[in-house]
C-alpha cells in the first residue's frame, strides 16, 4: 500500500519575516477540550487558524449522529484554509484534544498576505495536497482491508506524524501524541468499538503496540508497518 509522506506544517515552512507578518495580523486565543471548537461545521469561515501548541480532531457527525474522526491537527498546522480562501461554510468541526494555543487571523488578511508573499503559496498548496493524499489513501484502505489492517495503518500514520514531534523511546517506542481514545481511532477506520477493540488485542498481543487510557504506544514501527503493508496485499 503507497504511504503518503508527512509534510511539514504550514508554519515551519515559512521564514521569520512571514510568521512576523501573520502574528501581527492575527490573535492568539487559547481552547480546551470539552470547550468551543476551533472551528464548527457549517459555520461560514472568517479566519484561517494557525496551531502553535497542542492537538485537536477534525470530526463529522454522521446521520445516525455517531461522531466520526476524519483528521488531526497538531502544532504548526492549518485549520479551516479551504473554507476560509473561498468564503464556504465550515466543512467539519475542529475539537481540541488538550489546551491549544492557536493564532487567528482574519481570512482577508490571510489572503492578502498570500499575495504579498507569493512564495508563501507553496506551502499552502503543500498542505492542501498532502491532505488530499492522505483521503485518497484512506479511502484505498478502507476499500480492501478488514479493521485490524485499516487500524494498524491508521497507527503507522500516526507515528510517523508523532515523530514529527519527538524522539522515539527506548527500543524504539514511538508515543502517539494526539491523545484519542480507542473510540476515536475506531471510529477514524469506520470499525465498530468491538472491532476496534479486538484490533487493539491482536496488536497487542504480537508486541506492536502498547495501550492506556487515551494513549498508544507503537512499541515496533518497523514491525507494525510490515504487518499493515502484508495485510493490505493479502487483502
Known amino acids: 500500500m503507497e504511504r503518503v509522506p508527512v509534510t511539514s506544517p504550514f508554519w515551519e515552512a515559512l521564514d521569520d519575516a512571514g510568521r512576523a507578518t501573520l502574528r501581527r ?4 486565543r487559547t481552547f480546551r477540550p470539552g470547550g468551543e471548537p476551533l472551528t464548527f461545521e457549517g459555520d461560514v469561515s472568517t479566519h484561517v487558524t494557525i496551531i502553535m501548541e497542542g492537538w485537536a480532531k477534525v470530526i463529522s457527525p454522521t446521520g445516525s449522529g455517531r461522531e466520526v474522526v476524519l483528521a488531526v491537527r497538531g502544532p504548526g498546522d492549518l485549520v479551516g484554509e479551504v473554507s476560509a480562501m473561498f ?8 475539537q481540541a484534544l488538550v489546551p491549544i494555543k492557536a493564532l487567528n487571523v482574519p481570512a482577508a488578511r490571510f489572503r492578502a ?3 504579498e508573499n507569493p ?4 506551502p499552502l498548496v503543500a ?3 498532502d491532505r488530499m493524499g492522505e483521503l485518497g489513501n484512506r479511502l484505498r484502505v478502507h476499500a480492501g482491508a478488514d479493521g485490524t489492517c485499516r487500524l494498524a495503518h491508521l497507527l503507522v500514520h500516526l507515528a ?3 515523530l514529527r514531534y519527538t524522539e522515539p523511546g527506548p527500543g524504539g517506542r514511538v508515543p502517539i501524541l494526539p491523545q484519542l481514545s480507542q473510540a476515536d481511532l475506531g471510529s477514524w477506520v469506520d470499525a465498530s468499538r468491538e472491532t476496534a477493540a479486538r484490533g487493539f488485542g491482536e496488536l497487542r498481543d504480537k508486541g506492536l503496540v502498547a495501550t492506556a487510557y487515551k494513549r498508544v504506544t507503537v512499541l515496533d514501527l ?6 499493515a503493508d ?5 487483502s
Open 25 to 28: 495580523a492575527g490573535r492568539l
Open 87 to 94: 468564503d464556504g461554510p465550515r466543512t467539519a468541526t475542529v
Open 160 to 162: 510517523e506524524l508523532s
Open 113 to 115: 498576505f498570500l499575495d
Open 127 to 129: 498542505t492542501i495536497v
Open 222 to 227: 518497523p514491525g507494525l508497518r510490515a504487518f
Open 119 to 122: 512564495r508563501t503559496w507553496w
Open 230 to 234: 502484508g495485510c493490505a496485499a493479502d
